[in-house]
């Protein structure tokens, strides 16, 4: 399904699951990474591309009752999911707004702007986050965490999940997204002209017997398919949606490998003054 906004995994059901495991898996990461960045409470704090809320809920509980969070997402339908797990959370602190990135204005400037995995989803990262730091008062606070894509792999290294890992790459490459903008946060925080970011990166890994990390790897792969398909890649095998599952967790077993998910890089920095 197309989302409007070039999202390539869409917002069909599965990828709504595929999101809210990838939030439980890399909740410690992305929580302890603002707590590093310095989210305190009292803060007035965006997040940018909030999907399901995962990262606004984490800074809403960072922020506390004296502060606000406001998750803004270009896809509507998301957005209520978000409102009903942050009641469920019982929280009264995060609002939720329909909004791309590239359009968004507001009335009186943040204390900090914060997104998760959203960077490497737009055409223009630079230009996305030079807007967003203009949204952000003075000494106020830019956090962005994105995946290293690539840098999933198996240890020791399974062929077969090395392949599913170089399809996706790929097809993500393909589709118009980033697989490196880890990496490269150093590199769009200076062209946004901001200063060097503080940097950290955390990475799930275990067992592909482990039903979150197969169904890591799987719910990416299952969302990408039609795309690797559509740009013609070479998938042979893999296509077999049905068997795959079993093939890797067998493989994986029997080199008595783990699985290590995309690492996920969190920088930081502060708005220069003046
Ligand atoms: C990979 S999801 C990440 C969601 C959430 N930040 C998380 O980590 O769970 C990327 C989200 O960015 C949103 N998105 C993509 N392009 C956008 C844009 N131009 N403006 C606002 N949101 C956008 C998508 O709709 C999607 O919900």
Same mark, same amino acid.
């Given at each position: 399904?197309?989302?409007?906004?070039?999202?390539? @995994?869409?917002?069909?059901?599965?990828? =709504?699951?595929?999101? &809210?495991?990838?939030?439980?898996?890399?909740?410690?990461?992305?929580?302890?990474?603002?707590?590093?960045?310095?989210?305190?409470?009292?803060?007035? *704090?965006?997040?940018?591309?909030?999907?399901?809320?995962?990262?606004?809920?984490? !800074?809403?509980?960072?922020?506390? #009752?004296?502060?606000?969070?406001?998750?803004?997402?270009?896809?509507?339908?998301?957005?209520?999911?978000?409102? @009903?797990?942050?009641?469920?959370?019982?929280?009264?602190?995060?609002?939720?707004?329909?909004?791309?990135?590239?359009? &968004?204005?507001?009335?009186?400037?943040?204390?900090?702007?914060?997104?998760?995995?959203? @960077?490497?989803?737009? /055409?223009? #990262?630079?230009?996305?986050?030079?807007?967003? =730091?203009?949204?952000?008062?003075?000494?106020?606070?830019?956090?962005?965490?994105?995946?290293?894509?690539?840098?999933?792999?198996?240890? /020791?290294?399974? #062929?077969?999940?090395?392949?599913?890992?170089? *399809?996706?790459?790929?097809?993500?490459?393909?589709?118009?997204?980033?697989?490196?903008?880890?990496?490269?946060? #150093?590199?769009?925080?200076?062209?946004?002209?901001?200063?060097?970011?503080?940097?950290?990166?955390?990475?799930?890994?275990?067992? @592909?017997?482990? /039903?979150?990390?197969?169904?890591?790897?799987?719910?990416?792969?299952?969302? &990408?398919?039609?795309?690797?398909?559509?740009?013609?890649?070479? *998938?042979?095998?893999? !296509?077999?949606?049905?068997?795959?599952?079993?093939?890797?967790?067998?493989?994986?077993?029997?080199?008595?490998?783990? !699985?290590?998910?995309?690492?996920?890089?969190?920088?930081?920095?502060?708005?220069?003054?003046?």
């Amino acid at each position: 399904m197309s989302t409007g906004t070039g999202y390539v @995994l869409g917002h069909h059901d599965p990828e =709504v699951e595929r999101l &809210l495991l990838q939030g439980r898996l890399y909740r410690g990461h992305t929580e302890h990474a603002l707590r590093q960045a310095g989210l305190e409470p009292g803060m007035r *704090v965006l997040d940018v591309g909030c999907g399901p809320g995962d990262v606004s809920i984490a !800074a809403a509980h960072l922020v506390g #009752p004296a502060g606000s969070v406001t998750g803004v997402d270009a896809q509507a339908s998301i957005l209520d999911l978000a409102a @009903l797990r942050a009641a469920e959370a019982g929280l009264s602190n995060v609002t939720f707004r329909h909004a791309a990135v590239e359009e &968004l204005d507001a009335p009186r400037p943040f204390d900090a702007v914060i997104g998760r995995l959203i @960077l490497m989803h737009l /055409p223009d #990262p630079v230009a996305a986050l030079r807007r967003l =730091v203009g949204l952000v008062r003075p000494g106020g606070l830019v956090s962005f965490q994105d995946f290293e894509v690539s840098g999933a792999r198996s240890a /020791p290294a399974v #062929p077969l999940f090395e392949r599913v890992r170089d *399809v996706i790459v790929q097809a993500f490459r393909g589709a118009g997204a980033t697989t490196e903008t880890g990496t490269a946060l #150093p590199g769009i925080f200076h062209a946004a002209g901001l200063p060097m970011p503080a940097l950290t990166m955390g990475a799930c890994l275990g067992p @592909l017997s482990d /039903p979150d990390i197969l169904g890591f790897v799987m719910g990416v792969w299952r969302a &990408l398919s039609p795309v690797a398909v559509q740009l013609g890649l070479d *998938v042979g095998d893999l !296509a077999d949606l049905d068997r795959l599952p079993a093939r890797l967790v067998a493989e994986a077993a029997e080199a008595g490998a783990i !699985a290590i998910l995309p690492p996920l890089v969190s920088a930081w920095a502060r708005v220069p003054a003046g």
